[in-house]
């Protein structure tokens, strides 16, 4: 029998802020929608990925023959180039043949007792600080059956779990996983569907149904909402949002908002993929719009917090 394996691109031990106490991040590759400002831009995609640190390569050429495939290689003036057109195959022979460790390739395959087995080893931690395992991305949810696996097996193990969610999955997917969640933190990132499409590429309608779904069906839920300056800041969107989870505040199973400010941590990446970062700008809120939106939410007796990584 073939063990069920995820496509991942990280392991992140001793994370404080996605989920109670001490958790492991496992970020799952994949991701349907495209968030202007996404920090893990290396996760949206299930492929592996390659990162060139521009600045370190000294175009020595040692990666063009070991690539397998062809993706590498030196143009005219002794430069090199990475043809992105070509998928890669993930062998990491470039990587360990630069001399500089200007390269990086982002993305592993893992088994699920793998995976299980290094969120196991914190459990010490867990114990101690009410903490746990939380999946995220990219989007978990765009890898519905390795997902659901690694769910249940560290329920069978008694950890407690987390997954961060655009929430922009069927139905079923939701279901699917929900009984073996013990908090969802669910994105919201824009209330209006069309503003919604025009930030990440889908609309938000599905989002808002799987969400009432979770909420109406006692499943604990925390919205993250993040924030950038002229975007999602007004009062209309804050109200829009309150608006929306009233019917909510009193269920013990809404466990209130985190406001996310926008940080620039992803930019980096944008320039290692040989993407172009697509926020013109700086959107970063001030400690006193924080603050403005922090008090508009608390007038409705909604428990909501700032989280800043």
Partial sequence: MIERKAQIFNIQKYNMYDGPGVRTLVFFQGCPLRCDWCSNPEGQYKGFQILLKKDQCAHCGACVPVCPVGIHRMDAGGKHIV???IDCVGCRKCEHACPESALAIVGESKTIAEIADIIEEDRPFYETSGGGATLGGG????????????????????????????????????????????????????????????LTGVRNEMILENLKWLLDNRYNVKIRMPLLKGVNDGE????????????YQD??????????????????????????????????????????????IKKYDFPVSVVRH
């Avoid at 700008?281 to 603050?291: M, N, V």
């Fill in 236 to 247: 209309k969107e804050i109200l829009q949002l309150v608006e929306f989870l009233k019917p």
């Fill in 83 to 85: 043809d992105r057109d």
């Fill in 139 to 198: 989007e978990v949810l765009s890898q519905p059956q390795a997902a659901s696996s690694l769910l249940q097996v560290c329920k069978q193990r008694g950890i407690n779990t987390a997954i961060e969610t655009c929430g922009y999955a069927r139905p079923e997917v939701i279901e699917k996983v929900a009984d073996y969640v013990d908090l969802f933190l669910y994105d919201v990132k824009h209330m209006d569907s069309d503003k919604h499409h025009e």
């Fill in 251 to 296: 269920l013990n199973n809404f466990k209130g908002v985190d406001l996310l400010p926008y940080h620039k941590m992803g930019v980096n990446k944008y320039n290692q993929l040989g993407w172009e970062y697509p926020i013109e700008g700086d959107p970063k809120l001030s400690d006193a719009d924080l603050e403005r939106i922090e008090n508009s």
